[in-house]
Each structure stands twice: as structure tokens, then as C-alpha cells.
């Protein structure tokens, strides 16, 4: 998946503002401003595009990390210079404090059935003889779940509550 794209959703699914993404950044020792935020936000055929980086989101994940679970004892985690669809998807299980049977259930909202094996083969180490690459398709199921559960819940129980307002 493009970075850009999973830096959209996370907006998106988590509902943030310009100023909520620069603090996850800052929480990873980068200082992003709003406007290159506004400029990886951006579609890719807009001339103030700008590509991010695997680094940019590895400590955006790890900002994310930091803002949803709190600081953790020791030296900040070092970005990766290479992202994978593994290392993405195992950042945003950490920072959600998922368990395999919460990932499970988001993944059902998207419509896709995986068992337990299944599923922890996308978490095992590379040289793990189980371990399974996590595919483009894996990791835009499991964000479509997050929608689901994070972003679409939110906003019915909004609309549910508004219409048993008197």
C-alpha cells in the first residue's frame, strides 16, 4: 500500500485534525508542519503532493503508539527504513492494544474470515519457518475494519442518539 494512503485513513478513521497529527509526530521526535501534513494528505495528482516516506510513517506509527498507549520505559523507538505491510499492520495492533481476537472481529467487519493461525503468521518474525507476508489486501481489510469499528460506530451512535433526542 502507498504510505500517503495509509496516513489518509488513519485521519480519517480516527478523526484527526491537522494539530492531533502533528503531536503523534511529535511524540516520535519528528516536528511535521501543517502544511507538509496538508501536502502528504494530499491525492498524488495534485503538484503539492508529497510522498512520505517509510521512515515519516514509521514515526507517525510510532507516534501513533506513544499517543494511544503512553510513553514507554527506555530510548524512543528507532523509525524503520523500510516498511513492510507486516511491521504497519503489528503497529497499529500495538498502539490499539489489540489482541488476536480483536483483530479477528475487525477483520469480519470488513467481511474477511481468517483463523488464529492464520492471522499470527502475519506477526511472526521473517525467518519464522509460519511467518506469511501480509499482502496489499490484508492490510486495506484490516484498515476497512478499523473504519468500521472506529469511524462509522462513532457516527451512527451519533445519529442513533440525535434520533431519540425529543
Not at 519528528?30 to 507538509?36: L, N
Not at 474477511?112 to 499470527?120: A, C, G, H, N, Q
Amino acid at each position: 500500500m502507498i504510505n500517503n494512503d495509509i496516513l489518509r485513513r488513519a485521519r480519517y478513521i480516527f478523526d484527526f485534525d491537522d494539530s492531533t497529527m502533528m503531536t503523534i509526530f511529535r511524540l516520535a521526535n519528528y516536528e511535521a508542519t501543517r502544511a507538509q501534513i496538508s501536502d502528504f494528505l494530499k491525492k498524488e495528482d495534485d503538484p503539492a503532493y508529497q510522498k512520505c516516506s517509510d521512515v515519516l510513517l514509521a514515526t507517525f506509527l510510532n507516534g501513533f503508539i506513544h499517543h494511544k498507549r503512553g510513553k514507554k520505559e527506555g530510548p524512543a523507538p528507532v523509525p524503520e527504513k523500510r516498511l513492510t505491510n507486516n511491521i504497519i499492520f503489528t503497529k497499529l495492533k500495538i498502539a490499539l492494544n489489540l489482541k488476536a481476537e480483536d483483530v479477528l472481529e475487525i477483520m469480519t467487519l470488513a467481511n474477511l474470515r481468517m483463523s488464529k493461525p492464520e492471522l499470527s503468521a502475519f506477526f511472526r518474525k521473517p525467518g519464522h519457518k509460519h511467518y506469511r507476508e501480509c499482502k496489499d489486501q490484508i492490510l486495506r481489510n484490516f484498515l476497512k475494519g478499523l473504519q468500521v469499528k472506529y469511524r462509522d460506530h462513532a457516527h451512527l451512535n451519533t445519529h442513533d442518539q440525535d434520533a431519540q433526542k425529543p
